[in-house]
């Protein structure tokens, strides 16, 4: 199965397409410290990424008819900052909004299906009307915007077709469905809360739905605090281990008399819990593991709790904001998570490096896809086109001898 991936970034969200078992056809980005870190891996043979088509720039000065029509998926991130809550909020009037682009590029390369994430933020009642006209297009891509029609009256026309039913004959089309989905509950040791906007052609009958969560917090406060089966595996004896906080008692009595179907929240600890001390010698041995000074808690600036999934690895301008991207032990101190303890986190792979400093590679992290959760949703989408590819062969297979 073939495969683009827009806004590439690091590599998360397309090494997850690459390990479901698509092959990439083109991989762009258009920061070069990203690119950098590609190349760099590239250079250095990791197989996951030693053939990617990497183009360096703008999706929009691509040409797209190199491309064969018809891939089976399209992925891409376009930027988060017109919607992040930390960023300006500007949506459309923000220069950076390729979600245009990105259903341009459907409308050229006509894949079978495409998975688009984003920030949380952008399901904000504030972009609620955006937001429909984003799905809308990608939904009815062969319905771009008139010369001087505004987004708002595009949105208007689009609904209007859509009731109609006029877009649905011989037009491309897809259905679109989102969601929005906490990677913790999909085994990724961090709250990271995204949207995915994933479409199916229609023609082609792919019957796809979100995969169910695998992992929950219940199931984590049962082995920390009912069985204390998650402090044992970790070889932490009962005299160290943390009181369970107050506010947890209720609850953890209500669990103790069932036990989750899901497996556990993964942890911060669980992800890092083989990694050396960065202070100690023996981390030199680990690329991309080095300790950073400074780290400091005040009001608004709170790290990620050891114990629990870490809170969302952020990328800033300006080095760490909010403190999100530093470890609170149980005794109360706290330091920043290295490189390679924040990609764990993020579920990349131990051999992939990054290029730059800590804080373009914090900047990287913090813009990337959980790997883990990029393969999850992939292959999904993937099974559901070869099942649907399955059934069409059969069928027309029936046709044939129903015709003899």
């Not at 994430?117 to 006209?133: D, P």
């Not at 809170?311 to 998570?337: C, L, Q």
């Not at 990609?343 to 051999?351: E, K, L, M, V, Y």
Request: aromatic share 8%; charged share 25%.
């Amino acid at each position: 199965m073939r495969a683009v991936e827009l806004y590439a970034g690091a590599g998360g969200l397309a090494m997850g397409v690459s390990l479901a078992g698509f092959e990439s056809l083109a991989v762009v980005e258009w920061d070069k410290w990203a690119c950098d870190t590609v190349r760099e891996n590239q250079r250095r043979g990791y197989p996951l990424v030693a053939n990617w088509p990497l183009n360096e720039g703008d999706v929009r000065d691509l040409d797209w008819s190199t491309v064969p029509k018809d891939i089976e998926l399209l992925a891409g991130g376009p930027p988060c900052q017109p919607f992040s809550m930390g960023g300006k909020h500007q949506a459309h009037d923000d220069k950076r909004d390729m979600f245009p682009a990105t259903v341009q590029i459907v409308r050229q390369l006509r894949p079978k299906a495409f998975i688009i994430e984003n920030v949380k933020g952008l399901t904000r009642s504030s972009f609620a009307n955006y937001f429909e006209y984003i799905k809308l297009q990608l939904e009815f891509p062969e319905a771009p915007r008139r010369g001087h029609e505004s987004w708002f009256d595009h949105l208007m026309r689009l609904q209007a077709e859509k009731t109609s039913g006029r877009m649905h004959d011989g037009a491309l089309t897809y259905n679109v469905t989102s969601t929005l989905v906490n990677a913790a509950d999909y085994g990724v040791p961090q709250k990271r809360e995204r949207v995915f906007i994933v479409g199916t052609r229609s023609d082609l009958n792919i019957d796809w739905h979100f995969p169910d969560a695998t992992h929950s917090e219940d199931a984590l406060l049962h082995s920390q605090w009912v069985t204390g089966e998650y402090w044992s595996r970790h070889r932490i004896a009962k005299k160290s281990r943390p009181s369970m906080p107050d506010k947890l008692s209720a609850r953890v009595r209500r669990l103790g008399a069932t036990s989750p179907k899901e497996a556990p929240w993964r942890t911060v600890r669980d992800a890092i819990a083989d990694l050396p001390d960065p202070r100690t010698r023996a981390a030199l041995a680990v690329r991309d593991h080095r300790f950073q000074d400074g780290a400091k808690v005040y009001p608004g600036h709170t790290g990620s709790p050891l114990d629990q999934p870490a809170k969302t690895i952020k990328a800033g301008d300006h080095g760490v904001p909010g403190g999100e991207n530093m470890m609170v032990h149980p005794d109360g101190s706290v330091r920043y998570f290295t490189a390679r303890e924040t990609a764990r986190i993020q579920t990349f792979p131990d051999g992939y490096v990054f290029h730059g400093s800590w804080t373009e590679t914090m900047r990287q992290l913090g813009n990337a896809v959980p790997v883990a959760l990029a393969r999850l949703v992939a292959s999904s989408v993937g099974q559901a086109i070869l099942e649907a590819d399955c059934r069409s062969v059969s069928a027309m297979a029936l046709g044939a001898r129903a015709a003899a």
